[in-house]
Nanobody, 122 residues
């Protein structure tokens, strides 16, 4: 499975960004998808996951109510809509995939994108 993220950039606090993840090389409807992020000097952090059928979502408390994950089974795409961004959201965001159930544990995902930088200025 190949994952390619896009949509990162620089935004002011309170602004919005939408990240995209193009998925290829696998059966999209078999994959649970998630986003993780890592800020400089910090450990990788779970952001959000979505089930293979798009029916279930699991958000980290830090982004609940501000971020929304979705998937498009026609385009084989996953999106992360990020609103009300804060400086502490600054990180490299990575799209990940695994067959089966979604999880908040990075070790359970075996496909990773290259990451896209999100920088939120205060």
């Amino acid at each position: 499975v190949m994952l390619v993220e896009s949509g990162g950039g620089l935004v002011q606090a309170g602004g919005s960004l939408r990240l995209s993840c193009a998925v290829s090389g696998g059966t999209f409807t078999h994959l649970a998808m998630a986003w993780f992020r890592q800020a400089p000097g910090k450990e990788r952090e779970f952001v959000v996951a979505i089930s293979w059928d798009g029916e279930r979502r699991y958000y980290a408390d830090s982004v609940k109510g501000r971020f929304t994950i979705s998937r498009d089974i026609v385009k084989n795409m996953v999106y992360l809509q990020m609103n009300s961004l804060k400086p502490e959201d600054t990180a490299v965001y990575s799209c990940v995939a695994r067959e089966g159930w979604y999880s908040g544990s990075s070790s359970l995902y075996d496909s990773w994108g290259q990451g896209t930088q999100v920088t939120v200025s205060s």
